[in-house]
Every structure is written in structure tokens, then in C-alpha cells.
């Protein structure tokens, strides 16, 4: 059974950082392309990004809203993907799920959700 | 607002058929493979429809996807008070890393 499951989450101020985990179990983590997808409150889903397999470049590539403010990152020994987030700001306020993703682009499985609230 | 257009809502009668419509650009449904996903209220979405038309492992043939050109159409066919949910559409975007998806299209089954 896959198993994704995101910790890390919480209140913090703008300005600040954050960094959320994904423990990943019941598939070959080393095979998976993983990717972090948010939903703030009522709103749609939105793309954060994704990170590719080590055989594939392993590269990630984030959305606009994002960029050069959160970094994807994964420990294939540990079947780790990370979120790290910086100079948060009150739009970043939503549900983080962590992914599995395919090449197709089909996101199989997802996380129970980990919420995240930047407020002052 | 999204990049995918979806309708906001649609709505029909138990027993009934509907569709869902999710509109998009070359940059991405028109070159991309589409999926379709389903969530209910304080839950994670669930895979409903991946590459255009397949159906993963465990989801009924009442729901059908396709694919013409920059638009894709969920189907539900059948419709049960249980399907009541909201449901996205996405697909890869070559020009807006990494993908996009549809605002959502709340189904109520009256």
C-alpha cells in the first residue's frame, strides 16, 4: 500500500521559513518522480512543484508563485522528498499535499494533507 | 483564476448523465495528457481519470474521460448522491512549470 505522509507543518510568521517532510513507503522510491501540490482554503489546486527520479536528472522545477522562495529536495535512502519554504507570505496559507507523479503528468497518490498558516 | 477553465458547477438528477468541461491552451491539454480528480470536503483529491481516457484500479466504468484538441470532458454517468464532490482537471503545462489545473467543478446531484 502507498503510503505518503507530510509532517512539518504549523503557524509561522510572514518573512519566515519552513520546512516540510514526506515519508514515503509501500513503492520503489527511487523509480517515482515526486511532486508537492497546495490548496488554499476554498480555493482550487495549485502546483508547487515537482522533483524527478535520480535516473531522469533528478532536477526540479517549481511554479512561478514560488520560485526562488521554495526548494524541492528528496533523500532517496531515507524515501524523503522536502518542501523547503522561505520568505513565506500570507498567500502561501493552504494545504500542502505531498505527491507521487508520473511522466504523463498523472498524480497517483497523494498525501492526507499537511496545513500551513502564515499569519502575523 | 486558473489556467484550465472549468465550469464553477454543474448539477443533475440521480439516475441522470453530466459532463464536465475543462478548457485549456496547446501549451498544455492541447500537448499533454489530462487526468481527473475527485474531492470530498476535507479530504485529499483521488485519481478519477488518467492520460486522457484510462481508469485507475477500482474506479467505475460510470466515469469515462476524453480528449479533443485544447479541451478534455469528464463524464459520470449514472450519477449517485454519493458523487456529490468537487472535481479538477490537469495536465502538464510547457510553459507554466510544472502543471496546471482547473479551478474545480462542484457536481450536486439534486
Known amino acids: 500500500e502507498v503510503k505518503l505522509v507530510e509532517s512539518g507543518g504549523g503557524l509561522v510568521e510572514p518573512g519566515g521559513s519552513l520546512r516540510l517532510s514526506c515519508a514515503a513507503s509501500?513503492?520503489?522510491?527511487?523509480?517515482?518522480?515526486m511532486s508537492w501540490v497546495r490548496q488554499a482554503p476554498g480555493k482550487g489546486l495549485e502546483w508547487v512543484g515537482r522533483?524527478?527520479?535520480?535516473?531522469?536528472?533528478?532536477?526540479?522545477d517549481h511554479a512561478a508563485p514560488v520560485k526562488g522562495r521554495f526548494s524541492i529536495s528528496r533523500d532517496d535512502s531515507k524515501n524523503m522528498v522536502y518542501l523547503q519554504m522561505n520568505s513565506l507570505k500570507i498567500e502561501d496559507t493552504s494545504v500542502y499535499y505531498c505527491?507521487?507523479?508520473?511522466?504523463?503528468?498523472?498524480?497517483?497518490?497523494w498525501g492526507q494533507g499537511i496545513l500551513v498558516t502564515v499569519s502575523s | 483564476q486558473s489556467v484550465l477553465t472549468q465550469p464553477p458547477s454543474v448539477s443533475a438528477a440521480p439516475g441522470q448523465k453530466v459532463t464536465i468541461s475543462c478548457s485549456g491552451t496547446?501549451?498544455?491539454?492541447?500537448?499533454?495528457?489530462v487526468s481527473w480528480y475527485q474531492q470530498f470536503p476535507g479530504t485529499a483529491p483521488k485519481l478519477l481519470i488518467y492520460?486522457?481516457?484510462k481508469r485507475p484500479s477500482g474506479i467505475p466504468d460510470r466515469f469515462s474521460g476524453s480528449k479533443s484538441g485544447t479541451s478534455a470532458t469528464l463524464g459520470i454517468t449514472g450519477l449517485q448522491t454519493g458523487d456529490e464532490a468537487d472535481y479538477y482537471c490537469?495536465?502538464?503545462?510547457?510553459?507554466?512549470?510544472?502543471?496546471?489545473f482547473g479551478g474545480g467543478t462542484k457536481l450536486t446531484v439534486l
Open positions: 505527491t507521487t507523479v508520473t511522466w504523463a503528468g498523472t498524480v497517483d497518490y
Open positions: 509501500g513503492f520503489i522510491f527511487t523509480d517515482a518522480w
Open positions: 522533483i524527478k527520479m535520480k535516473t531522469d536528472g533528478g532536477t526540479a
Open positions: 496547446s501549451s498544455n491539454i492541447g500537448n499533454h495528457y
Open positions: 492520460e486522457n481516457n
Open positions: 490537469g495536465a502538464w503545462d510547457t510553459s507554466l512549470s510544472p502543471g496546471v
